[in-house]
């Protein structure tokens, strides 16, 4: 791991971050082929970037059709990293995945870990339980990659994956209750919806983090709804939610009302719906998201999604899709 990353995942203040920001952009400016290319595209001379607000954001069609790399090797004597994996986004049947070379899978377990230590703490306190079939049933999950690593962390023989098999993760959670263990259950929405037909569990402990997605398997619900069948089936006062995506290398997390929070390398920035270059000032103001994700430091890190949403003084708030924006498997729930 290099002194960059370890510069980044050390973020105690708005102006480490804004100074890291500037110090990836022109890493990424002059070292991501497709990145320059799109700076050119849109007149951008990063010699003129002086601030945030200037910096352009890749749309995140890109990650469809190029391969999006920073290369490292470029930065004097700086070895390039050797391992080399690809996440996949979860595309609906006939979609283009994107498609995610992930250089250097160190910093991506270092952010996602110490990440979900800042949301919850210590994974060795819990048994992890993960839901997430439709994940398990293809190749290059992002999704899966996090979970498999937090559940080894727990280093609880009870953390594991479930598929379809309700009846054996209702005894489980029952057991974990009975033995008072801090359980969290990870679960795609629709296996989480599927499952609380089946079962019913009264486990106020219970921490439930549910990742978005249904995937074409049913009727898109409201968050509000969705969040009040599964407390209601699980017996939890809250539903928490995790907000990523296979082109980033982080998360942001909430832990009810559908706010949510980010990493300090982390940041959403509102841009408006009609013009991608401008980016308002204030809260509650609804439009594209844009995300700086530091960890995304071999790639790029200044990505415009497809999703809409808006800042408030609490955090941020996720508001579904943006109009004739390709549906992603995750996160396809409307407000």
């Given at each position: 791991m290099n002194s960059l990353s370890n510069k980044i995942f050390g973020i105690a203040s708005d102006s480490d971050f804004n100074e890291?920001?500037?110090?990836?952009?022109?890493?990424?400016a002059g070292n991501c082929n497709v990145y320059r290319e799109y700076l050119e595209m849109t007149g951008c001379n990063p010699a003129d970037v002086k601030s945030i607000k200037q910096i352009p954001f890749l749309p995140i069609r890109f990650f469809k059709s190029r391969k999006v790399v920073t290369e490292l090797q470029m930065r004097g004597n700086e070895e390039f990293p050797k391992e080399e994996i690809l996440f996949t986004s979860s595309a609906t049947t006939g979609m283009v995945?994107?498609?995610?070379?992930v250089t250097d899978p160190e910093i991506y377990r270092r952010s996602f870990t110490e990440g979900f230590r800042i949301f919850y703490g210590e994974p060795r306190q819990y048994a992890i339980l993960s839901l997430l079939p439709s994940y398990l049933e293809r190749k290059g999950s992002s999704l899966i990659y996090m979970a498999e690593h937090l559940m080894r962390?727990?280093?609880?023989s009870a953390s594991g994956f479930y598929l379809y098999n309700y009846g054996e993760l209702a005894e489980r959670l029952n057991e974990l209750k009975a033995q008072g263990t801090k359980t969290i259950l990870l679960g795609?929405?629709?296996?989480?919806l599927d499952f609380v037909k089946e079962y019913k569990i009264d486990f106020p402990d219970l921490t439930i983090i549910e990742t978005g997605g249904m995937k074409g398997r049913g009727k898109e619900?409201?968050?509000n709804e969705l969040h009040k069948v599964l407390c209601e089936g699980f017996g939890v006062g809250?539903?928490?939610?995790?907000?990523?995506?296979a082109e980033l290398l982080s998360q942001a997390y909430s832990k009810g009302k559908g706010v949510f929070l980010t990493p300090p390398w982390m940041k959403i920035v509102i841009r408006e719906l009609y013009n991608p270059f401008s980016y308002p000032d204030g809260y509650n103001i609804t439009g594209g998201i844009n995300i700086i994700d530091l960890a995304n430091?071999?790639?790029c890190s200044f990505i415009e999604t497809e999703d809409m949403g808006r800042i408030t003084e609490k955090g941020f708030e996720l508001l579904g899709r943006l109009k004739d924006a390709e549906l992603r498997g995750c996160n396809m729930l409307l407000e």
């Amino acid at each position: 791991m290099n002194s960059l990353s370890n510069k980044i995942f050390g973020i105690a203040s708005d102006s480490d971050f804004n100074e890291l920001c500037m110090e990836v952009f022109r890493l990424q400016a002059g070292n991501c082929n497709v990145y320059r290319e799109y700076l050119e595209m849109t007149g951008c001379n990063p010699a003129d970037v002086k601030s945030i607000k200037q910096i352009p954001f890749l749309p995140i069609r890109f990650f469809k059709s190029r391969k999006v790399v920073t290369e490292l090797q470029m930065r004097g004597n700086e070895e390039f990293p050797k391992e080399e994996i690809l996440f996949t986004s979860s595309a609906t049947t006939g979609m283009v995945p994107s498609k995610h070379y992930v250089t250097d899978p160190e910093i991506y377990r270092r952010s996602f870990t110490e990440g979900f230590r800042i949301f919850y703490g210590e994974p060795r306190q819990y048994a992890i339980l993960s839901l997430l079939p439709s994940y398990l049933e293809r190749k290059g999950s992002s999704l899966i990659y996090m979970a498999e690593h937090l559940m080894r962390l727990t280093g609880n023989s009870a953390s594991g994956f479930y598929l379809y098999n309700y009846g054996e993760l209702a005894e489980r959670l029952n057991e974990l209750k009975a033995q008072g263990t801090k359980t969290i259950l990870l679960g795609v929405t629709f296996a989480l919806l599927d499952f609380v037909k089946e079962y019913k569990i009264d486990f106020p402990d219970l921490t439930i983090i549910e990742t978005g997605g249904m995937k074409g398997r049913g009727k898109e619900i409201s968050r509000n709804e969705l969040h009040k069948v599964l407390c209601e089936g699980f017996g939890v006062g809250e539903i928490h939610s995790e907000y990523g995506m296979a082109e980033l290398l982080s998360q942001a997390y909430s832990k009810g009302k559908g706010v949510f929070l980010t990493p300090p390398w982390m940041k959403i920035v509102i841009r408006e719906l009609y013009n991608p270059f401008s980016y308002p000032d204030g809260y509650n103001i609804t439009g594209g998201i844009n995300i700086i994700d530091l960890a995304n430091v071999n790639s790029c890190s200044f990505i415009e999604t497809e999703d809409m949403g808006r800042i408030t003084e609490k955090g941020f708030e996720l508001l579904g899709r943006l109009k004739d924006a390709e549906l992603r498997g995750c996160n396809m729930l409307l407000e």
